[in-house]
């Protein structure tokens, strides 16, 4: 791991520098101005991130450190055989801001490999808990058993200089990333394969050996792996998880609690628990109209049925995006490369010819276009992985990658504690009327 420290230490210093010099210059500048709206409605639209990792464009989608999606699929090392990009290549260049060469991955896939082992007392917090809890609050649980091995924690408590915060937090993270495939597999079999597990293969790469653990040694499904763990990566800084992540990690919590913190906000149903109700969505849809091949009528009759509820189309509208997430577009081309006469996956394509245009015809929507769990569990169903209770948890193995690298540069960069101005609406009623100010 010296090799790729070293290089990121460069990086770091320069960065900060950087950014030092920007804000000695240009500090009190106005980014933007914040409306009473934004205040009460969830802080939509308001910058106050920095994230160097990935940037979200409302047309062109997630960018990794300036990489489209396709350049990415494009670009990234691949395996010998395989022709998705490896995960540790995207990690690479969230961390370093440069594409990767092979031998650059290969020296990742070998550090995680070499630090992948799990102690058994965060097996045996997992069994404590009764088989039916969902697999999600299993594998915080998980997490926060392996806080043990911070050495962040241990470094601090020691007593260190804040300059170096970011190194034993590079090495923690390093650690977690390793670790987590090993404990999302350890769930996946013991919840439901009777708790027959499987063991490591230490010759295959981090999202191979997370399918092998699992017990899907199918080409395609490795492929999946690498697609998947890939694309659901990060999405800048101000989604939930990796806002949660950053925040917490602000107050200088260690990766293994701000990671667990960010999880446990991914798995809401307004965010990564979404990709699980899309499968499940599509389910009682078919059962309902009795046929695993619904028409396109069928489907608009459906749609505005659960429209007509009060209920949302599962998969469809993005916070910020303002076409078809390319993520979605990805998965779509691995479909129809893979499994081009699936009924499920033709089902899924049907319902982005049809949604679309019924959520247009309603004014109010600004974004009727599918987003990425719109289409990631007819995949993973395809290949067998049927419980779709699991799905969130690779979306937390994958999303590691981005909200820890994006940690790591928070402790290079020296970013403070996030501390927020919040206002009560008594006091923004005296404001309204001339009495108070609030802003300031």
Same mark, same amino acid.
């Given at each position: 791991m010296g090799i790729l420290k070293d290089r990121f230490k460069a990086k770091a210093e320069s960065a900060a520098a950087g950014i030092k010099d920007l804000l000695k210059e240009h500090g009190n500048k106005k980014i933007g101005e914040v409306t009473l709206s934004q205040v009460y409605q969830g802080m939509r639209g308001i910058t106050g991130l920095v994230t160097e990792t990935s940037l979200l464009d409302a047309q062109e989608g997630i960018r990794f450190r300036g990489y489209s999606i396709p350049e990415l699929r494009e670009k990234l090392p691949k395996t010998e055989k395989g022709s998705e990009p490896l995960p540790e290549g995207l990690f690479y260049l969230m961390l370093i801001g440069e594409l990767p060469t092979d031998e650059d991955v290969n020296h990742v896939t070998s550090v995680l490999q070499r630090r992948s082992h799990v102690p058994n007392h965060v097996f045996d917090a997992i069994d404590a808990l009764p088989l039916n809890t969902h697999p999600m609050t299993m594998y915080t649980v998980g997490v926060m058993a392996l806080q043990t091995e911070?050495? @962040?924690?241990?470094?601090?408590?020691?007593?260190?200089? &804040? &300059?170096?915060?970011?190194?034993?937090?590079?090495?923690?993270?390093? %650690?977690?990333?390793?670790?987590?495939?090993?404990?999302?597999? #350890?769930? #996946?079999?013991?919840?439901?394969?009777?708790?027959?597990?499987?063991?490591?293969?230490?010759?295959?790469?981090?999202?191979?050996?997370?399918?092998?653990?699992?017990? @899907?040694?199918?080409?395609? @499904?490795?492929?999946?792996?690498?697609?998947?763990? +890939?694309?659901?990566?990060?999405?800048?800084?101000?989604?939930?998880?990796?806002?949660? +992540?950053?925040? %917490?990690?602000?107050?200088?919590?260690?990766? #293994?609690?701000? #990671?667990?913190?960010?999880?446990?906000?991914?798995?809401?149903?307004?965010?990564?628990?979404?990709?699980?109700? %899309?499968?499940?969505w599509i389910f009682e849809m078919q059962e309902e109209l009795k046929t695993e091949e619904p028409s396109s009528e069928q489907i608009a009759e459906y749609v505005r049925k659960t429209l007509s509820a009060?209920?949302?189309?599962p998969g469809y509208g993005h916070a910020v995006l303002r076409k078809t997430d390319p993520r979605f577009e990805a998965q779509m081309e691995f479909g129809k490369k893979h499994m081009p006469d699936d009924k499920l996956v033709n089902t899924v394509w049907k319902i982005y010819e049809t949604v679309p245009p019924i959520l247009q015809s309603l004014g109010k929507i600004k974004n009727p276009w599918p987003n990425v769990d719109a289409h990631s569990g007819a995949l993973l169903v395809h290949y067998g992985l049927v419980e779709y209770e699991f799905y969130t948890v690779l979306f937390a193995v994958s999303r590691a990658l981005g909200v820890l690298s994006s940690l790591i540069w928070d402790r290079a960069l020296g970013f403070p504690l996030e501390r927020p101005k919040s206002v009560t609406t008594e006091a923004v009623k005296l404001w309204l009327e001339g009495k108070e100010q609030i802003w300031e």
């Open positions: 911070s050495y @962040f924690s241990k470094a601090y408590a020691e007593g260190m200089n &804040k &300059k170096d915060y970011w190194e034993p937090t590079f090495d923690d993270a390093f %650690v977690l990333i390793a670790r987590l495939p090993r404990i999302a597999a #350890y769930i #996946y079999r013991k919840k439901y394969k009777n708790g027959d597990h499987i063991h490591p293969n230490g010759l295959l790469d981090w999202a191979g050996n997370l399918a092998h653990m699992m017990g @899907f040694d199918d080409h395609g @499904f490795r492929e999946l792996m690498r697609l998947y763990m +890939t694309i659901h990566a990060d999405h800048e800084g101000g989604n939930v998880s990796a806002h949660t +992540t950053h925040l %917490v990690g602000s107050a200088l919590s260690d990766c #293994y609690l701000s #990671y667990a913190a960010g999880m446990n906000g991914l798995a809401g149903p307004l965010h990564g628990l979404a990709n699980q109700e %899309v499968i499940k009060g209920k949302v189309v």
